[in-house]
């Protein structure tokens, strides 16, 4: 059965710091991941894709991707009270670019002022 | 423009009836997804619609589950004889025709409360 675990947090940063929230999957196949963020009670907001081995930059997010460990990483800079909210990681589960997602359980990031 | 929109938000019912949930995708998205969601849980896959087809519908739990998208737009996700487990929120994503990712882009979601 394909998975993906993140750690489900609660993880706590200070305003102004780096949040690094991670991810691991097993499927090796797998080919398009995802983070989402979700704030509570609304629905998942995709924020970063990234398909290629390395590190992929948006503003103060930068996605990080190593298939051969077959883990994925986001970070946020500069965290804001803002970015307070879960962050889901989703992999790619069906066949080629078409199929459903997989997503982990998602870590719950608090920034504090 | 508009994103993906859900009808009702909300959604209360007794135990053993019918009920409908309708997702409204981005205009001129040809693939729609449906999820349902527990507390503490990460979105759980129901099924995928390439057009009016049910391309994939190995998340339905049970044959109380039904999706139609018989336009190839809107589509009304139907559950028979609710249970109390099946309280959950409901989301529904589209995607970009033609698009070699998949990025799914998620409506409000349908809270669902059977009791």
């Known amino acids: 059965q394909k998975e993906v675990e993140q750690n489900s947090g609660p993880l706590s940063v200070p305003e102004g710091a780096i949040a690094s929230l991670n991810c691991t999957y097993s499927?090796?196949?797998?080919?398009?991941f995802f983070w989402y963020r979700q704030y509570s009670g609304k629905s998942p907001e995709l924020i970063m894709s990234?398909?290629?081995?390395g590190d992929k930059e948006d503003g103060r997010f930068t996605a990080q991707l190593n298939k051969a460990s077959q883990y994925v990483s986001l970070l946020i800079r500069d965290s804001q009270p803002s970015d307070s909210a879960t962050y889901l990681c989703a992999v790619n589960g069906g066949g080629g670019s078409q199929g459903n997602l997989i997503f982990g359980k998602g870590t719950k990031l608090s920034v504090k002022p | 423009g508009a994103g993906v929109s859900q009808t009702p938000s909300n959604k209360v019912t007794e135990k053993g009836k019918y009920v409908e949930l309708r997702c409204d995708p981005i205009?001129?998205?040809?693939?729609l997804y449906w999820y349902r969601q527990s507390l503490g849980q990460g979105p759980e896959f129901l099924i995928y619609f390439q057009g009016t087809g049910a391309a994939d519908d190995s998340g339905l739990p049970n044959d109380r589950f039904f999706a139609v998208r018989p336009e190839g737009s809107v589509s009304t996700l139907k559950i028979q004889r609710t249970e109390r487990g099946d309280s959950a929120v409901y989301l529904c994503?589209?995607?970009?025709?033609?698009?070699?990712?998949?990025?799914?882009?998620f409506g409000p979601g349908t809270r669902l409360t059977v009791l």
């Open positions: 499927d090796r196949v797998s080919q398009s």
């Open positions: 205009s001129g998205h040809t693939a």
């Open positions: 990234i398909y290629s081995n």
């Open positions: 994503a589209s995607r970009v025709s033609g698009s070699v990712y998949n990025e799914q882009f």
